[in-house]
Protein backbone atom coordinates (compact mmCIF):
# COMPACT_ATOMS: atom_id res chain seq x y z
CA UNK A 1 0.00 0.00 0.00
CA UNK A 2 2.84 2.46 0.75
CA UNK A 3 4.13 2.01 -2.77
CA UNK A 4 0.56 2.78 -4.50
CA UNK A 5 0.11 5.72 -2.82
CA UNK A 6 3.72 6.84 -3.26
CA UNK A 7 3.73 7.83 0.59
CA UNK A 8 7.45 8.30 0.89
CA UNK A 9 7.34 11.07 -1.56
CA UNK A 10 4.35 12.93 -0.50
CA UNK A 11 5.80 12.16 3.23
CA UNK A 12 9.38 13.38 2.13
CA UNK A 13 7.35 16.18 0.59
CA UNK A 14 5.51 17.68 3.13
CA UNK A 15 8.68 17.74 5.65
CA UNK A 16 10.43 19.59 2.94
CA UNK A 17 7.68 22.11 3.43
CA UNK A 18 7.83 22.16 6.79
CA UNK A 19 11.52 22.67 6.56
CA UNK A 20 12.26 22.12 10.52
CA UNK A 21 14.70 24.44 12.13
CA UNK A 22 16.58 24.15 15.08
CA UNK A 23 14.19 25.33 18.32
CA UNK A 24 10.75 25.31 16.32
CA UNK A 25 7.63 23.95 17.68
CA UNK A 26 5.72 21.50 15.23
CA UNK A 27 2.12 20.21 15.68
CA UNK A 28 1.36 17.10 13.83
CA UNK A 29 -2.19 16.76 13.93
CA UNK A 30 -4.02 13.49 13.47
CA UNK A 31 -0.54 11.90 13.71
CA UNK A 32 -1.53 8.24 14.07
CA UNK A 33 1.18 5.85 14.33
CA UNK A 34 3.60 8.42 14.04
CA UNK A 35 5.69 7.75 10.74
CA UNK A 36 5.62 11.74 9.83
CA UNK A 37 6.32 13.28 13.33
CA UNK A 38 8.96 10.26 13.82
CA UNK A 39 10.47 11.59 10.74
CA UNK A 40 10.53 15.36 11.73
CA UNK A 41 12.33 14.50 14.93
CA UNK A 42 15.10 12.70 12.77
CA UNK A 43 15.44 16.04 10.43
CA UNK A 44 15.90 18.16 12.85
CA UNK A 45 16.37 16.55 16.60
CA UNK A 46 16.61 19.97 18.21
CA UNK A 47 12.59 20.70 17.25
CA UNK A 48 9.91 20.02 19.34
CA UNK A 49 7.83 17.42 17.55
CA UNK A 50 4.74 17.11 19.06
CA UNK A 51 2.09 14.31 17.90
CA UNK A 52 -1.82 14.56 18.43
CA UNK A 53 -4.61 11.87 17.66
CA UNK A 54 -7.75 11.08 19.47
CA UNK A 55 -6.75 7.04 19.15
CA UNK A 56 -4.72 5.64 22.21
CA UNK A 57 -4.24 2.71 20.38
CA UNK A 58 -2.06 4.08 17.09
CA UNK A 59 -0.37 6.54 20.07
CA UNK A 60 1.32 3.19 21.15
CA UNK A 61 2.82 2.21 18.08
CA UNK A 62 3.60 6.00 17.63
CA UNK A 63 5.41 5.95 20.86
CA UNK A 64 7.10 2.82 19.76
CA UNK A 65 8.53 4.64 16.63
CA UNK A 66 10.09 7.27 18.39
CA UNK A 67 10.87 8.66 22.19
CA UNK A 68 11.61 12.26 20.49
CA UNK A 69 8.54 13.13 20.12
CA UNK A 70 5.81 14.07 22.69
CA UNK A 71 3.15 12.41 21.84
CA UNK A 72 -0.24 13.34 23.14
CA UNK A 73 -4.18 12.15 23.18
CA UNK A 74 -6.44 14.99 21.48
CA UNK A 75 -8.55 15.98 18.85
CA UNK A 76 -7.90 18.28 16.12
CA UNK A 77 -11.10 20.46 16.55
CA UNK A 78 -10.23 20.80 20.17
CA UNK A 79 -6.12 21.25 20.18
CA UNK A 80 -6.72 24.55 23.08
CA UNK A 81 -7.63 21.49 25.18
CA UNK A 82 -4.19 20.07 25.46
CA UNK A 83 -1.96 23.10 23.68
CA UNK A 84 -1.67 26.41 24.52
CA UNK A 85 -2.51 29.46 22.02
CA UNK A 86 0.41 30.83 19.62
CA UNK A 87 2.85 27.81 20.78
CA UNK A 88 3.26 26.13 17.20
CA UNK A 89 5.83 27.39 14.39
CA UNK A 90 4.85 24.71 12.67
CA UNK A 91 1.54 23.09 11.93
CA UNK A 92 1.64 19.94 9.86
CA UNK A 93 -1.46 17.18 9.15
CA UNK A 94 -1.71 14.36 6.73
CA UNK A 95 -4.39 12.44 5.55
CA UNK A 96 -6.88 13.05 8.16
CA UNK A 97 -9.28 16.29 6.51
CA UNK A 98 -10.53 14.16 3.37
CA UNK A 99 -12.48 11.65 6.24
CA UNK A 100 -14.34 14.34 7.65
CA UNK A 101 -17.20 16.29 7.60
CA UNK A 102 -16.88 19.84 5.93
CA UNK A 103 -17.84 21.11 9.66
CA UNK A 104 -14.78 19.35 11.43
CA UNK A 105 -12.64 20.61 8.79
CA UNK A 106 -13.18 23.68 9.74
CA UNK A 107 -13.44 23.25 12.78
CA UNK A 108 -9.78 21.58 12.75
CA UNK A 109 -8.04 24.42 10.45
CA UNK A 110 -9.72 27.07 13.09
CA UNK A 111 -8.00 24.58 15.86
CA UNK A 112 -5.04 24.95 14.07
CA UNK A 113 -5.31 28.91 13.29
CA UNK A 114 -5.26 29.10 17.39
CA UNK A 115 -2.58 27.07 18.06
CA UNK A 116 -0.16 28.81 15.64
CA UNK A 117 2.05 32.10 16.58
CA UNK A 118 0.97 34.80 14.28
CA UNK A 119 2.77 34.12 10.48
CA UNK A 120 3.14 30.18 11.90
CA UNK A 121 3.15 28.07 8.99
CA UNK A 122 0.54 25.20 8.09
CA UNK A 123 1.17 22.61 6.06
CA UNK A 124 -1.76 19.89 4.99
CA UNK A 125 -0.90 17.35 2.74
CA UNK A 126 -4.53 15.21 1.66
CA UNK A 127 -6.60 14.03 -1.18
CA UNK A 128 -7.29 17.23 -2.88
CA UNK A 129 -8.48 18.48 -6.20
CA UNK A 130 -9.12 15.25 -8.30
CA UNK A 131 -8.05 17.00 -11.32
CA UNK A 132 -8.87 14.40 -14.39
CA UNK A 133 -11.19 11.73 -15.03
CA UNK A 134 -8.55 9.18 -14.11
CA UNK A 135 -7.34 10.41 -10.50
CA UNK A 136 -11.25 10.97 -9.76
CA UNK A 137 -11.40 7.09 -10.73
CA UNK A 138 -9.07 6.50 -8.95
CA UNK A 139 -10.20 8.53 -6.00
CA UNK A 140 -13.53 6.44 -6.06
CA UNK A 141 -11.12 3.95 -3.52
CA UNK A 142 -10.62 6.30 -1.00
CA UNK A 143 -14.30 7.15 -1.48
CA UNK A 144 -15.41 3.96 -0.41
CA UNK A 145 -13.79 3.28 1.95
CA UNK A 146 -14.45 6.86 3.67
CA UNK A 147 -17.70 7.74 2.62
CA UNK A 148 -18.37 10.11 -0.60
CA UNK A 149 -19.65 13.02 1.88
CA UNK A 150 -16.81 13.75 3.53
CA UNK A 151 -14.59 13.10 0.70
CA UNK A 152 -15.98 15.16 -2.10
CA UNK A 153 -15.66 18.32 -1.13
CA UNK A 154 -11.90 17.64 -1.16
CA UNK A 155 -11.95 16.32 -4.56
CA UNK A 156 -13.99 18.83 -5.79
CA UNK A 157 -11.24 21.19 -4.20
CA UNK A 158 -12.40 22.54 -1.13
CA UNK A 159 -9.05 23.03 0.91
CA UNK A 160 -7.88 26.13 -0.22
CA UNK A 161 -11.36 27.99 0.41
CA UNK A 162 -11.51 26.32 4.06
CA UNK A 163 -7.95 27.13 4.70
CA UNK A 164 -8.24 30.75 4.02
CA UNK A 165 -11.55 31.25 5.78
CA UNK A 166 -9.96 29.62 9.11
CA UNK A 167 -7.34 32.57 8.98
CA UNK A 168 -4.76 31.75 6.93
CA UNK A 169 -3.00 33.51 3.99
CA UNK A 170 -0.71 32.63 1.22
CA UNK A 171 -2.44 30.42 0.82
CA UNK A 172 -1.19 27.54 -2.27
CA UNK A 173 -1.24 24.11 -3.21
CA UNK A 174 2.84 23.57 -3.67
CA UNK A 175 2.69 19.84 -4.81
CA UNK A 176 0.71 17.32 -6.18
CA UNK A 177 1.79 13.52 -6.09
CA UNK A 178 -0.96 11.60 -8.46
CA UNK A 179 -1.18 8.06 -6.99
CA UNK A 180 -3.28 4.78 -7.66
CA UNK A 181 -5.79 6.09 -4.98
CA UNK A 182 -5.93 10.20 -6.58
CA UNK A 183 -3.99 12.78 -6.44
CA UNK A 184 -2.33 14.24 -3.15
CA UNK A 185 -1.96 18.12 -2.52
CA UNK A 186 0.33 19.32 -0.02
CA UNK A 187 -1.04 23.22 0.95
CA UNK A 188 0.96 25.58 2.28
CA UNK A 189 -0.79 28.46 4.20
CA UNK A 190 0.93 31.68 7.20
CA UNK A 191 -1.50 32.27 9.58
CA UNK A 192 -2.68 36.05 9.48
Known sequence: MVALTRERLWRALTAMHVAPRSGDVIVDVGCGTGSLAAMLARVEPRARIIGVDPDPEVLAIARSKSRAVEWSAGRGDALGESLADGIADTVVSSLVLHQCPVPVKRAMLESMAAVL??????????????????????????????GRADTQPNADGVLPELITAAGFGEVREADVVRTITGSISVHVAHRD
Open 117 to 146: RPGGKLVITDYGLQRTAVMRLAFRTVQFAD
